[in-house]
């Protein structure tokens, strides 16, 4: 069987509650095609309910890897998509759950990518929302936007599956993006620059390290871009150690 760019796709589901919800997120996944289930420090897995809920798609549960942070989770990723619908004082790029799948699927073809949900009562956390590239908001009737977290997973494992034939007469990327681990690494590596210049003033940063993020995540940075950006910041780190 040829590969699948659904293969690439994995659904990260961050502090889960209730364990039935990850069976029952499991079960919506497999029968879209998708196989590739992570878990940001569940309550409770294994766990028998999640099990029942699963059906068939048990073996899902079997294979899904439990880690301790969200930057576990994303390990290697090209791009990483938050499935909220709160509203924040500082957004990353907007899109619906049809038009996200697109994007989604596009860097799917040759990379490994991650669509991030938040648990049942709050949702995802501002600084989980900061380590990914953009927002998927699900259209929902305003007057009841309640969605069940199983739920939400169905709906883009659907748009996802049917954007998957449009994707394949799509180019693959021409040039090789760069991984969120080594756009992170470059985040802190110029927070640490932005502190010894004194632009950047730790006991009060406001949101300009939140600002930035929101910047790079529009450029979708390719990895030579990453190395050029962190050779400058490494030239200015020899600036300012007096070295020539």
């Known amino acids: 069987m040829n590969a699948s760019p659904l293969d690439n796709i994995r659904i990260v589901l961050s502090h889960t509650s209730h364990a039935g919800n990850i069976g029952a997120a499991a079960r919506a996944m497999k ?15 294994p766990d028998k ?14 294979k899904a890897k439990v880690c301790s942070s969200i930057d576990e989770a994303l390990d290697n990723t090209v791009l990483a998509a938050a499935l909220t ?27 490994p990518v991650a669509v991030v949900f938040g648990t049942e009562t709050s949702g995802l956390t501002t600084t989980e929302v900061s380590k990914c590239t953009l927002k998927i908001v699900i259209p929902t009737n305003p007057d009841y936007a309640s969605l069940n977290l199983a739920s939400a997973v169905q709906v883009m494992a659907y ?24 756009i992170e690494l470059f985040y802190r590596h110029l927070e640490q620059i932005l502190v010894q210049v004194d632009f950047l003033n730790p006991q009060q940063p406001k949101k300009l390290m939140q600002r930035l993020r929101r910047l790079y995540a ?8 990453v190395n050029i950006l962190r050779g400058i910041l490494k030239a200015v780190e020899k600036r300012l150690s007096g070295k020539t």
């Not at 029968?31 to 897995?45: A, E, K, V, W």
């Not at 999640?50 to 899902?60: C, F, M, N, T």
């Open 218 to 225: 529009r450029a979708r940075l390719e990895k030579e871009e």
């Open 159 to 182: 748009e996802l599956r049917m954007a998957l034939a449009q994707a394949k007469l799509a180019k693959p990327l021409q040039t090789e993006p760069a991984t969120l681990d080594e």
């Open 31 to 45: 029968t879209m095609g998708l196989q590739s289930l992570y878990l940001i420090n569940p309550r409770s897995f």
């Open 49 to 62: 309910e999640a099990d029942i809920r699963a059906v068939s798609a048990r073996d899902l549960l079997g």
């Open 85 to 111: 619908s709160r509203s924040r004082e500082l957004e990353h790029e907007t899109y619906d759950a049809r038009a996200g799948a697109k994007i989604l699927l596009e860097h799917a073809q040759s990379h």
